[in-house]
């Protein structure tokens, strides 16, 4: 399953609610998980099985979505949140990411 | 401490091999299916391998099928990578990785990653 992300780069400011869309080749069902990384460290989980947020994670991080369509919505962006956003899925193996999508200050 | 430490990267020329271990504690490793991801420098990230708990199943990228192989001891709470035949396109930061707590299919532990580098 390929999965791609839109757009690649996301140019916005503190206080601003932004969107990022990963579309898949097929359903990846509901194992479709979304991850923050920034620069120096390993991804973090902030999403998995499309909505359910992982603990700890603030609530203005929201994932939806179904079929081959998923979204990842920051309601109120904070300094803390510019960073690379990956989506990922993993149906059957083998898994696969999308490719990601930088998030900076505009 | 809930970790994973990964080992074995290095620099190794196209053709050769090398065999990268992963050594988990803080949590039952038995319990969990684990994964190898690896991101080349400023590129993304592509999921390379994964295994089951009990070493029942395991599955590849199509770029690594036939000569990377997958492999666990959870006497050890360890898992590895043997990687053959290397290309310049292996060039990567490998991470080890967990199945995330009552999400199959997520990552929720990444280890801090071991450098691969296969140049001449």
């Known amino acids: 399953i390929q999965l791609t992300q839109s757009p690649s780069l996301l140019s916005a400011s503190v206080g601003d609610r932004v969107t990022i869309t990963c579309r898949a080749s097929?359903?990846?069902?509901?194992?479709l998980a979304w991850y923050q990384q920034k620069p120096g460290s390993a991804p973090k989980l902030l999403i998995y099985?499309?909505?359910i947020l992982q603990s700890g994670v603030p609530s203005r991080f929201r994932g939806s979505g179904s079929g081959t369509e998923f979204t990842l919505t920051i309601s109120s962006l904070q300094p803390a949140d510019f960073a690379t956003y990956f989506c990922?899925?993993?149906?059957?193996?083998?898994?696969?990411f999308g490719q990601g999508t930088k998030l900076d200050i505009k | 401490e809930v970790q994973l430490v990964e080992s074995g990267g290095g620099l190794v020329q196209p053709g050769r091999s090398l065999r990268l271990s992963c050594t988990a504690s803080?949590?039952?490793?038995?319990?969990?299916?684990m994964y190898w991801v690896r991101q080349s420098p400023g590129q993304g990230l592509e999921w390379v391998s994964g295994?089951?708990?009990?070493?029942?199943?395991?599955g590849y990228a199509d770029t690594v099928r036939g000569r990377f192989t997958i492999s666990r001891d959870n006497a050890k709470s360890s898992m590895y990578l043997e990687m053959n035949n290397l290309k310049t396109e292996d060039t990567a930061l490998y991470y080890c990785?967990?199945?995330?707590?009552?999400?199959?299919?997520?990552?929720?532990?990444w280890g801090q990653g071991t450098m691969v580098t296969v140049s001449s």
């Open positions: 990922q899925q993993l149906k059957t193996y083998p898994g696969s």
């Open positions: 099985a499309t909505s």
């Open positions: 990785v967990k199945d995330a707590v009552g999400a199959i299919g997520a990552f929720d532990l």
């Open positions: 803080g949590f039952n490793f038995n319990d969990y299916a």
């Open positions: 295994i089951s708990s009990n070493s029942g199943s395991a």
């Open positions: 097929q359903g990846p069902g509901n194992y």
